[in-house]
């Protein structure tokens, strides 16, 4: 390779443009110094010492983290979304499992032909109802337990061959229908005030998780920017946050791993 060389001054230099690379100009030609050349920083403090005529444009210089860390823009971005994610949570909790108004309610009676519990875990009730013109449905309920007194009157009723009245939400498509009502007669075994509770432990359990989330994310984004911004006190723990290659050291270097 031809290796060309030019020898300038410090006077000679007009401007200095130190962001993520060094770009010099000096005269009508600008001299260009990747950001991953040895020693960009501390040749760019030398320079911009001695060249007492030049504009200094200080593009990327940034005082978050008092300098220590490369291109910090980035974990920026990181701590807003740490913190975005609880904060989503958070408001989705509030509106999350909404209680079941009467009105959305549709009523099908029928006669029960089938029930069983589901085999993979026993904890869901699921029936299968043929209306008075033959039609046949099948819903499912985690209310009903088994060997429960209410199942036990339940197998009474089927027995009697009695008509159960079940309301679900009509919006709802699965094979297995929700059970939202089930009654037969006076007897009630599943209510709204019981699924709209099961609802409203939902929204708070979730919104205690997302509260702990949260906390979890001001603890992460305050020890990340107190030890960023410490990074010389600390060099074992801001490898916890940052690669190597982007923390900036005294005097100038990147870290050498």
């Known amino acids: 390779m031809l290796r060309i060389t030019h020898r300038y001054e410090y006077s000679q230099v ?3 443009r130190y962001g993520e690379n060094l770009i010099i100009t000096v005269g009508k030609r600008l001299i260009l110094i990747d950001e991953n050349a040895s020693n960009i920083d501390g040749f760019a403090k030398e320079l911009i010492q001695h060249s007492e005529n030049a504009e200094v444009i200080n593009s990327e210089k940034s005082k978050l983290f008092r300098g220590n860390i490369r291109h910090p823009g980035g974990f ?4 807003i979304i740490v913190m975005a994610v609880p904060v989503f949570s958070l408001v989705a909790a509030l509106f999350a499992t909404p209680d079941i108004m009467p009105d959305e309610i549709t009523i099908y009676t029928g006669r029960i032909t089938e029930y069983h519990f589901d085999k993979s875990d026993n904890s869901r009730f699921i029936i299968t109802v043929s209306d008075r013109a033959g039609e046949k449905r099948t819903f499912a309920t985690g209310f009903i337990e088994d060997n429960s007194q209410e199942y036990k009157d ?3 009723n089927i ?3 009695r008509e159960f ?3 679900y939400i009509d919006k709802e498509n699965d094979e297995e229908t929700d059970i939202r009502l089930f009654s ?7 209510s709204l005030d019981d699924v709209n509770s099961v609802n409203d432990e939902n929204r708070k359990t979730l919104f205690v998780l997302s509260g702990v989330f949260f906390a979890f994310a001001i603890l992460y ?5 107190y030890i960023m911004s410490n990074a010389d006190r600390y060099p074992r723990l801001i490898k916890l946050f940052v690669q190597e290659d982007h923390i900036i050291s005294k005097d100038g270097n990147k870290r050498k791993r």
């Open 14 to 16: 007009k401007k200095i």
């Open 76 to 79: 920026i971005l990181v701590d």
């Open 154 to 156: 339940i197998e009474i």
């Open 159 to 161: 027995a009697k061959n």
């Open 165 to 167: 009245e079940i309301g």
């Open 184 to 190: 037969c007669g006076n007897t009630c075994y599943v």
């Open 221 to 225: 984004v305050a020890a990340s920017t």
